[in-house]
């Protein structure tokens, strides 16, 4: 009978360049538990162990959370071409929503190259909504210098700038319209 080879954990962390502190957690998690301990108490590991390390890198660099690797490997029999293919529409999903944002930071910075005064307003208030819902307190806020503001400004500008916003809406498309209005929403905690 031949004997597997064993590795502590420092060479198994140098020999597949993962860190002592990632395989602990690896550890803690379930996820790679090693196949036994020195009489010191060191971690030993196994060539089993060792590709398993190998498919939990491997799914790690497809992108998936250490949760879904937990389950896949868990799941033992899961064909990968499943686990490949939920990946792949979360990234997709991940793609679209990436396109929408460099889509709404092109038009604030094509704004931003030739301010009006009275669209720095709109452009901070657009530009705080994009990624975090606002509490009552900021909102209210926005809302109060939004109004005050405004009452510097003459007919003609706020003409304007009605003007403008009416272009700005007129150039989009009622899907885009429907998404600006629910993402306001959103944000807005409506």
Known sequence: MTEQREWR???LARATRVTVRALHHYDR???LTPSSRTAGGHR???GDDVRRLHTILALRGFGLSLRDIAAALAAGGEDPRDILRRQLAETEE???QAHQVRARLRSLL???DDPEPSQFVTLIEEMV???QPLTPEQIEQMQTARREWAATLSEEELAEMSRKR???MAAMSPEQIAEMQQTRARLMGH
């Open 29 to 31: 998690l379930g996820l």
């Open 166 to 168: 009416s272009e700005a």
């Open 129 to 131: 909504t994009m990624s």
């Open 9 to 11: 954990i420092g060479e």
């Open 94 to 96: 991940r793609i679209r």
């Open 44 to 46: 030993c590991y196994t």
């Open 110 to 112: 094509e704004r931003l």
